[in-house]
């Protein structure tokens, strides 16, 4: 017999976006009781259209990709790839519905919900939620096993049983934004500055450029510090979230300052030029994307580009968050208390559209 609703998670070929998609898609599934299927895509690029693109890739090896049975489905996705992916499996459903996370190309009445960010500029309308920050799955569980996870004893000890460490979150670059080796050196200046005499735990992404990655690696560490480049090992990310006593994030990524702010605790967000305020002279990394990108944003549509600015004005009114190299009061380290206020919000919203 088939089951009254299913959450469908349509995942990204971006592991950001992903993570928003199973936070919403668990989240759903718990709240309602409903159950939970994952469509993996397999992009076969760059010669992509819609019919070598609607496939799935599973244990059993590649298939077309199939709603499980159910007299209604939600599905969640995000990003350009999946837009008309997510909308052609909805109308395969008796009663298909898509909630969409981010920016989409198609007008917000192509989707039953579009759940975004300040970044992206959207006008306000009926069926478009404006969220602070982007959604995340953080919940004190989660942080509890990774703080006993094995793989967070590479952290060592310094600094992890009091919670004092400064953990250090690095992205890439993003738009108008590059992080090179200049960027390294003021941020390793700005860590340094905020952390004192405690332990740095310091760990980069895959968008990290070797130049940047390259200068950290030059850098004369102390003992109780740990330099953890993303690819050296175990990934850190979740362990530094779960056992640093303040966190220092770089700019670019929306998604990792949301999670670093759901922890509670203290968060300092790097600046990679002119993000805390237009002029600032700080010295920044530059390339040709970044240079295309910035006339972009100040020439083309509005909706070519996003403003991360749009985020943080939003945040200046919390304690919890500022740009480095502010101070964080010794009182704050290692306090906090896990949240998802973001999650809640969407919750609620696609509840009382169930209901309609």
Known sequence: MAAPLAIVALRSHRAGENGQIEALAAALSHHLGAPLETLTPRWRLPQANLLS?????????AAPLALPSAKR???????????????????????????????????????????????YRRPAHPKVLENPLTLHGLSESALDAARKAEDAFTLGEE?????????VLMGGPSG????????ARRLLAEAQALAGDRALWVTTSPRTPTAAVERLAAHPWRPQDRFLPWGSGPNPYR?????????????????????????????????????????????????????AYSALFHLGPQRLSRDLRCVFEGLRDQPQFAFSPTPIPPEAWGQGDVAAPQLDATLARITALLRT
């Open 53 to 61: 693109l609607m496939h799935q890739v599973s244990g059993r090896g």
């Open 73 to 119: 489905h939600l599905i969640i996705s995000a990003a350009l790839r999946n837009e008309a992916l997510a909308r052609a499996l909805a109308q395969q459903s008796p009663e298909g519905m898509t909630v969409f996370l981010g920016r989409t190309w198609a007008p917000p009445d192509a989707f039953s919900l579009t759940v975004t960010t300040p970044q």
């Open 159 to 167: 600094g992890a049983k009091a919670g004092e460490a400064l953990g």
């Open 176 to 183: 108008p934004y590059t992080l090179g080796p200049k960027s």
């Open 239 to 291: 362990a530094i979230l779960a056992r640093a006593g303040a966190l220092m994030v770089t700019g670019d990524s929306i998604a990792m300052l949301s999670e670093a702010l759901g922890t509670g605790k203290a968060v300092r967000v790097f600046d990679l030029g002119d993000m805390a305020q237009r002029g600032s002279g700080r010295p920044r990394d530059r390339s040709v994307q970044s240079l």
